[in-house]
């Protein structure tokens, strides 16, 4: 509730609820005016919403329709106005219909407008005022600034003469690339560089670099091996292979290159440091001019150092590895659930969304959501009937929802009532809590031995999952990476051209304590530990990264579960 009062209170909420209070008004004044035969007063007032409407869309453009859809539909139902009618009951009649869809269309934008309460087209402007009026917007939208230390001056300095060259260039890929490394920049999966199909392919393979026939990854010995070779390249002709050791690149050290290594890359965020580390090798393998030097341990034993030169965007290759190491092949269905053998259950869930209206009144309900938890239980106890003695929830790549969707599921591993999140506000003496939800208890799987699959691409409420399963003494939270490290509320939206959008958070989540809910902070600690890091090695990472991908994770898992019981 307390999101829907702050919907109502930005200045698009506002105008919603002045029309709708507009044409309260309205039903009331038309039957009198007619009475009194001054019913031209009602048509000239049945035709200003409609007015403003148009005015409002040539502010806003048609670049951000989508999110005003609801607005100009309540601003059109004035309109049944314009005649006049000369029965009695059917003005009221009119009257009476009018006001509960009016009330109808504005609820529906409120809670449309929840997602989007904050929008902005900048599309008029040139490079450098679209850049500088988003910058602009941040600093005062971004509901993270203070807890980040996001440095605005510094962005502003380092990024608008980029900006400037591109706008003489006339070349909104380069654009784009500078945006997506500024929204990098806030190491926050909410914000971010949002590019339509027209430049998406392009930015991507722009920012990925070159492809020199190999990619890397380090393992658990820290080595950092080669992984993703291209069979008859230069480099695969002059001895590198999956698993050979790379010491250098480009005439610097391995290590000392790949703690350089930033991996900014349109749809691509780690706010938690430890986990973009892990990926920091994949994304050096494609830093280069047109030829790099690499240096390797060969089959025999000794060094030696060769000149690769580019066979192609890094693109392909990139995307390859990251999804092989990310599990983005692999099929992805929400509540699904089976047995991985004869003992181990499976549950996989990639979104917090099970149904948007009983969602919605779970939330308005602070948490509350028994529908769902009995869900969760009778799946639960269908894998049980057919011998499950343990359980394995996989959320990797969960891409968020509504909080409460992961506390109805973590209900049934604890018998007490548990904090599950706040939202509220910051001003100048710190953040202050509003409203409270929580996790119900229910209990009656707190002795069923969990492992939690999570991974960096699991994210928002996804995090909320993994955050709040992972508190329960019977769950043992797991993966290569953490969780992604983000919860804060989506809504903010900017448009730089018609190609490039930047989204961002705008309403807080808060933890008990106070302070925002899972999000990392300017040190980028993860706040969400793994109970077990799953490892990288030698071994595991040819199967991993062969053609095949075997799911080193879940094979780990079950491992696990199995020895553990």
């Known amino acids: 509730m307390y999101l829907f009062y702050l919907t109502m209170k930005t200045a698009n909420g506002l105008i919603a609820v002045a029309i709708l209070l507009y044409i309260l ?28 409407a148009v005015i409002h869309f040539a502010v806003y453009g048609t670049v951000c329709f989508e999110h005003f859809i609801y607005l100009y539909l309540e601003a059109l139902i004035p309109l049944m106005f314009l005649y006049s009618g000369k029965k009695p009951k059917l003005r009221i009649l009119r009257s009476v219909t009018s006001s509960i869809l009016a009330l109808g269309v504005c609820f529906v934008f409120l809670i449309n407008a929840i997602g989007s309460p904050m929008v902005h087209n900048y599309t008029r402007m040139s490079y450098t005022e679209s850049f500088k009026n988003m910058l602009d917007t941040l600093e005062k939208e971004y509901c993270l600034n203070s807890w980040k230390k996001i440095d605005y001056d510094a962005l502003y300095k380092e990024y608008l003469p980029q900006v400037e060259e591109a706008e003489r260039n006339n070349n909104e890929i380069e654009y784009a690339a500078i945006i997506t490394e500024v929204t990098h920049k806030f190491y926050d999966s909410h914000t971010y560089s949002y590019l339509s199909q027209n430049i998406d392919l392009t930015t991507c393979e722009y920012m990925a670099g070159n492809d020199y026939g190999l990619s890397m990854i380090r393992v658990d010995d820290g080595s950092v091996i080669a992984v993703s070779v291209e069979p008859n390249c230069v480099a695969n002709k002059e001895g590198i292979h999956d698993g050979t050791t790379i010491v250098a690149w480009n005439g610097k050290d391995i290590d000392e290159a790949v703690a350089e290594t930033e991996c900014c890359f349109p749809g691509i965020s780690f706010p938690v440091k430890e986990n973009e580390d892990v990926f920091r090798p994949m994304f050096l393998a494609g830093k280069g001019e047109e030829c790099v030097d690499i240096t390797f ?46 003992k181990c259950g499976y549950i996989q869930i990639i979104s917090e969304s099970y149904n948007s209206l009983w969602d919605n009144v779970a939330a308005v309900r602070n948490g509350y959501y028994p529908k769902l938890t009995e ?43 548990k904090h599950m999140v706040s939202f509220g506000y910051e001003d100048t003496n710190g953040y202050h809590i509003s409203e409270n939800q929580y996790i119900y208890p229910d209990g009656r799987y707190k002795d069923l031995p969990v492992a939690v699959l999570v991974n960096s691409q699991c994210m928002s409420a996804g995090d909320g999952m993994a955050k709040f399963l992972g508190d329960c003494d019977n769950v043992t939270l797991m993966g290569i990476t953490s969780s992604s490290g983000v919860n804060q509320n989506n809504g903010g939206y900017i448009y730089l051209t018609e190609n490039i959008e930047v989204c961002y958070p705008v309403f807080l989540s808060l933890s008990e304590n106070g302070t925002p809910l899972i999000d990392t902070d300017n040190t980028r600690e993860n706040n969400i530990p793994l109970d077990v890091k799953i490892p990288i090695t030698r071994e595991n990472a040819e199967e991993l990264f062969g053609e095949d991908s075997k799911d080193i994770e879940l094979e780990y898992a079950i491992e696990y579960l199995q020895k553990s019981n």
Not at 298 to 322: C, F, P, V, W
Not at 380 to 386: A, D, M, V
Not at 410 to 416: D, M, Q, R, Y
């Open 375 to 417: 869900y969760y239980a009778d799946m639960i106890k269908n894998l049980e009937n057919q011998g499950m003695e343990y359980l394995i929830i996989d959320i990797r790549n969960n891409g968020g929802g509504y909080d409460c969707v992961a506390g109805a599921l973590a209900s049934l591993f604890t018998e007490e009532k």
């Open 297 to 342: 341990i060969n089959d025999e034993g000794a060094e030696q150092t060769i000149s690769a030169k580019s066979i192609d965007t890094y693109y392909d290759r990139l995307m390859s590895t990251y999804a092989k190491l990310s599990h983005l092949n692999t099929e992805q269905r929400n509540f699904h659930s089976c047995m991985l053998d004869d």
């Open 25 to 52: 008004i309205l039903a009331i004044l038309s039957p009198v005016l007619k009475r009194k035969e001054k019913y031209g007063i009602v048509r000239v007032m049945s035709i200003l919403p409609a007015i403003a």
